[in-house]
Every structure is written in structure tokens, then in C-alpha cells.
């Protein structure tokens, strides 16, 4: 998920360079397929995995096939993940809240 995050972190602006009249340009990606639906649909599946994870080593915590750090490192890093996934829904609901209250 950090990956898909850094992705999209890498998409800004980039700095035209010391000249001040020469125009911004812009960073492109190097896969085919910026589309904001593809992105957040990896997002989700990478969040979906690191959650499986966390259950996983949970279970094997409790079974005594993990040790204590392997379980407390990936149940932290599922929780992590899950407040980052409620950020986006939060954000995500708002948007369209803003856009419902538009007049048109």
C-alpha cells in the first residue's frame, strides 16, 4: 500500500529548473495505467492482503506457530492500514457530499 501511495506522491509537479520563465513539467508514470480507478483498486487490494496478513499471523500467534513480535508487527501494520483505508472512505464521502450540495 505505502508503494501505490509513493506512486501517486510521484505524480506532482516537477521543478522546471533555475530558470524563472521556463514552464513546470510534469512527471509521468512509467505504467499504462493512471487511472484513478486502477489506483485506488490496487490500493484497496494491497490494504485487502495486509489485513489477510495480520489475521494470518494472529492465528498463528495464537496457535504458537508465530512469536509475539511477528504477530504485534503485522497486527499493527493491518491496523495501519485499516485507519488509512476509513481516512480515504471519510474523504471519499465527503467529496461527494460537497458535490451533492452543488447547485447546478
Known amino acids: ?9 510521484s505524480m506532482t509537479v516537477a521543478p522546471a529548473g533555475v530558470g524563472a520563465g521556463a514552464p513546470p513539467q510534469v512527471a509521468t508514470r ?3 495505467s493512471a487511472d484513478f480507478a486502477d489506483v485506488l483498486a490496487e ?3 494491497n490494504a485487502m ?4 496478513t495480520g489475521e494470518a499471523a494472529a492465528l498463528g500467534g ?4 508465530a512469536s509475539v513480535q511477528q504477530v504485534v508487527e503485522a497486527i499493527m501494520s493491518a491496523e495501519q492500514t485499516l485507519q488509512t483505508a476509513l481516512a480515504i472512505r471519510d474523504k ?5 457530499q460537497e458535490i451533492s450540495r452543488m447547485a447546478v
Not at 492482503?49 to 489477510?52: A, M, Q
Not at 495464537?62 to 506457530?65: A, D, P, T, V
Not at 471519499?92 to 461527494?96: G, I, L, P
Open 1 to 9: 500500500m505505502i508503494d501505490s501511495i509513493s506512486r501517486l506522491t
Open 30 to 32: 512509467a505504467t499504462p
Open 43 to 45: 490500493v484497496s487490494g
Open 49 to 52: 492482503s495486509t489485513l489477510k
Open 62 to 65: 495464537i496457535e504458537g506457530k
Open 92 to 96: 471519499v464521502v465527503s467529496a461527494y
